[in-house]
């Protein structure tokens, strides 16, 4: 009886062992590939817990989320015969799903290491080969992993399609320390030529500026000139058609003055018409004699007299030879 409880732990422990064995977990961004006498079968499981035949079947899990793969220290010998290493090459990149069980199949689970790894090495030795230390170390190099890059996605493109290159980078090369020391000596002397070219674009970009500034200047001081004058010609206009306009009115006043000086006069003389009656001049012949008659005493009497003040004239002689007669007449009577 105790042979037979014994048994049954056996067994009872053996089969718990074989269903923990058979008990597998596939992390997320994995898939699990299985192996069974070698053979790769076609079944592929998705994240979780999965069972599988144990001691006879073995899984092996594959990503399929973007990796980072790191290529170090890669040789590579450029034209002139000068040894160069690259201390790290990065590929970023990423494997379909539906199609992990054929690359798998072609290339194993460490796939990366025919398809990316290899291919790497090989690429970045032909390039070099193809130039110089100046070109892979200075002039080139922002080329390298782009060329890299397109190299890589063409030959996986027939090699391996699911299997996608997102990017490349790749670190600055190792060279010998002679040559190091020689670029950057060229280095800052390039550095010190970029320094004089930057100063002197600024310097001729302060003289442009200035020059513009000087024409901006020139050219407002013409402006206002040009406003000023205008300026000045406008009033002159204003106080040219003023004058105008007072000349205009003075004109008309003068000849408004005239016309009614002309009719005034005329209406005078119309008046002295009507007036010099024979009888009006008789009257004031008389008032003339009246007004102007002197008396002159004495033993001699001029023969002639001239009124000076301006207001006699004939009046005045006649008045003087009336005169003359008159004591005449008196002096024969006494």
């Given at each position: ?6 048994g049954?732990?056996?067994?009872l ?7 923990s ?12 590939v ?8 076609r079944?592929?499981?998705h994240?979780?817990?999965?069972l ?23 040789p ?56 110089t ?29 699911g ?33 004089t070219q ?10 442009e500026?200035q ?30 058609q003023m ?54 005493f004495?033993?001699?009497?001029p023969?002639f ?22 004591l ?5 009577e006494?």
């Open positions: 009886m105790a042979n037979v409880i014994l049954g732990f056996l067994v422990a053996i089969g718990t062992a074989l269903v064995i058979s008990i597998h977990k596939v992390e997320e961004g994995h898939v699990g299985y192996f069974r006498g070698g053979a790769l079968l079944s592929i499981s994240p979780g817990f999965h599988m035949f144990p001691l006879v079947t073995s899984v092996r899990p594959v990503q399929i989320t973007l990796q980072s793969d790191e290529v170090k220290n890669v590579c010998g450029t034209s002139s015969g000068v040894l160069l290493y690259f201390d790290r090459i990065e590929v970023v990149n990423i494997l379909d799903a539906e199609s992990v069980h054929d690359i798998v199949r072609k290339y194993t689970v460490d796939y990366d290491k025919t398809l990316i790894f290899n291919k790497v090495h090989h690429e970045l030795n032909q390039f070099c080969s193809a130039h230390v100046q070109e892979v170390y200075i002039d080139l190099f922002d080329k390298i992993d782009e060329n890299l890059k397109t190299a890589l996605e063409s030959d996986l493109h027939s090699m391996a399609p299997l996608h290159i997102q990017a490349v980078r790749v670190t600055k090369p190792k060279i010998p320390d002679g040559i190091r020391i020689n670029f950057e000596k060229m280095e800052v002397e390039k550095t010190r030529l970029l320094i930057q100063t002197q674009k600024v310097v001729e970009k302060e003289a500026t020059r513009k500034r000087t024409v901006i200047e020139a050219e407002t001081v013409a402006e206002v000139s040009k406003i000023q004058y205008q300026q000045k010609i406008t009033e002159k206009e204003s106080q040219k004058s105008q306009i007072e000349d205009e009115t003075f004109l008309a006043k003068e000849i408004a003055k005239a016309d009614a000086e002309f009719y005034a006069e005329k209406r005078r003389a119309e008046a002295n018409t009507l007036r010099l009656t024979a009888q009006f001049l008789e009257l004031k012949r008389y008032e003339a004699l009246a007004s102007n008659m002197k008396i002159y004495g033993p001699t009497i023969q007299f001239a009124d000076s003040r301006g207001g006699g004239g004939d009046a005045s002689i006649a008045a003087s030879a009336a005169a003359k007669k008159t005449n007449e008196k002096t024969v006494e």
